[in-house]
């Protein structure tokens, strides 16, 4: 046998040759232990030397952890047991420090669980031979290859032989298999020819003979590989990125994982890529390939759109007396509305809940953005209860007025029966309007965290944001001004920026209608831990989270109702208890039969249980019977539940939840549910496109503050219009 010098190279090792590694010779034995790296630079493979002129690569080693069978792969896409004996030289590793052993079977083997950390590389000499063999005892036998020179740490399997005669389903099959190779053995491929009939490839490496020819068998959809020159003399690519990692690749690669979990973040897709296959992709990349399998699943943006008309027909028919309707541009059919509320959201907040209602809304994070708008009721226990949505294309003034227009239409049955209606939301202009349009009669009250936000933004100071909601909390005129006088002392332009806010509007002191002491509409921020999740998706898979959260909703919270054995909700109840502990100490004197004086440490209040209202406004404000008021029925041996608001008992609350969201069939089967049904043909009929709002593919840029401006005091705007800071002319909101 031809002598050949195998050159090891370490991490620590400071000898000579391309990979500073030392020099051994035939009377050397070899040791590695666990936590010694063998490699020439940063190559992770085996590679082997020339035999008698033919020319053999071995593939990289997979990870014990993953797969203990797996073989090296001969790029010239014979296998070992095809070859020639004399053609045939195998290793056999031992994880021990005895080193290296040739197996008696030809087969290379790993025989011990070997470190994740390790990695082994034997690099090729130009003259690299191996003399006779010094010593069978010593276990060492080493073959030699072509040289491997990529940065990886995995092996081909079997699955990427190719030889002549192989045979693939159809022309796909064979373009994915050649793909899948290339990737696996760390060469890229270029296409010369590819149709229906053939496909030629060779490598994309100038001067390097590789190349492949297939073509389909006559009379049968099967492709087979006609030639192939399997020889490589390019050495491979040596950079981590891939020609052929695709987007479709990445796809592939990934869709068993999305599948089981589909917040499998595009991060954690570049890391298992690169861990698996020593790939480096751009985020880019594996952001598309994960939006291509989860439009597989879900079905695709467009498709949500274009679905739409039927999806609400099948909202109407699953649940009959629902509101569902959708509109687009009737220039070019574009997606601009959707409106959707349930029909037992309709019946609870109509018979059951409490008439305050809130508005709010949350920008959605689907390749074609738009806002999602929502109208949410209070339960008798505090909870939220949505009431309806809207998505619209973008959140403008004429949107706002047609979602407060189509909210109007569904509360009319039944203004009648129900008390004046209390709304909250933030001081858009598009909101007001829309509020004074279409609930003239409603009192419109501000949301407070709305309100303090701007606050905060406008007078970094904690103290006075913590003095504005002290004030919005107080229940006396007296209280609010004190207040007031306390952030003026502080702070003269925060003073006067509160003051130019009419109080009547957000200051429980001044607030003509019912608040039951809910100062934020809150809604975004209560149910963040899934609306967040569905803004990312299609608009049906949207729409279908949010139906499927509610259902879930009224089913539980029905059930846990059950269980109440109170005349009144648990939070309800804590609050008449806390009266009481309070009201023992107070001091009752009689007027009438209605009237009373209610003396305590903190002054005296009058309470008149006939109109159920106390001085201290907390009966009128809360619903529920104050302190002085519960010392006063007390008194006179009355039921203090009698006297709370009906909202506030279970029986009231089972009556919120007494109705069911039904679910809606897989859209596989809403064309045959359809027929026969007469306003299905209008729905298919219609036709919806996607917005004109595109988001771009890939991570949203963020504004990144430079290290110099860390510190820098804003400059501070003025308006030329109304004298006040903090805004330019062209953005003033100050009436004219």
Known sequence: MAN?????????????????????????????????????????????????????????????????????????????????????????????????????????????????????????????????????????????????????????????????????????????????????????????????????????????????HAAKLPGSPLFTIRTINDSHTCGGISHLGHQQASVQWVANSVEQRLRENPNYKPKEILEEIHRVHGITLSYKQAWRGKERIMAAMRGSFEEGYRLLPQYCEQVQRTNPGSIASVYGNPADHCFQRLFISFQASIYGFLNACRPLLGLDRTFLKSKYLGTLLLATGFDADGGLFPLAFGVVDEENDDNWMWFLSELHNLLEVNTENMPRLTILSDRQKGIVDGVDANFPTAFHGFCMRHLSESFRKEFSNAMLVNLLWDAAHALTVIEFEAKILEIEEISQDAAYWIRRVPPRLWATAYFEGTRFGHLTANIVESLNTWILEASGLPIIQMMECIRRQLMTWFNERRETSMQWTSILVPSAERRVAEALERARTYQVLRANEAEFEVISHEGTNIVDIRNRCCLCRGWQLYGLPCAHAVAALLSCRQNVHRFTESCFTVATYRKTYSQTIHPIPDKTLWKELSEGDPDAGKAIEMIINPPKSLRPPGRPRKKRVRAEDRGRVKRVVHCSRCNQTGHFRTTCAAPI
Not at 50 to 75: F, K, L, S, T, V
Request: with cysteine; glycine share 10%.
């Open 4 to 212: 050949h010098e195998v050159m090891l190279g370490g991490q620590n090792n400071g000898g000579s040759g391309s990979a500073g590694g030392g020099s051994l010779g035939h009377n050397q034995p070899v040791v590695l232990n666990h936590n010694q790296s063998m490699a020439m630079g940063q190559n992770h493979g085996l590679g082997m030397g020339p035999a008698h002129d033919q020319e053999a690569r071995m593939g990289q080693i997979h990870d014990e952890h993953e797969d203990d069978g797996n073989e090296y792969e001969q790029e010239n896409g014979l296998s070992i047991e095809e070859k020639p004996e004399h053609e045939v030289q195998d290793v056999h590793l031992h994880g021990g420090s005895s080193g290296l052993e040739m197996s008696d079977h030809n087969e290379l083997t790993d025989s011990h669980e070997l470190d994740e950390n390790m990695e082994l590389a034997v690099i090729q000499h130009e003259d690299m031979t191996m003399d006779s063999m010094h010593d069978m005892n010593l276990h060492q036998a080493l073959v030699v290859t072509s040289p491997v020179i990529q940065q990886r740490t995995l092996a081909a399997s079997s699955n990427y032989e190719l030889h002549v005669g192989q045979e693939f389903p159809d022309v796909k099959a064979c373009r994915r298999a050649l793909r899948d190779t290339a990737i696996a053995l760390h060469f890229e491929m270029q296409t010369i020819k590819s149709d229906k009939t053939r496909f030629t490839a060779k490598c994309a490496s100038e001067g390097c003979p590789w190349r492949i």
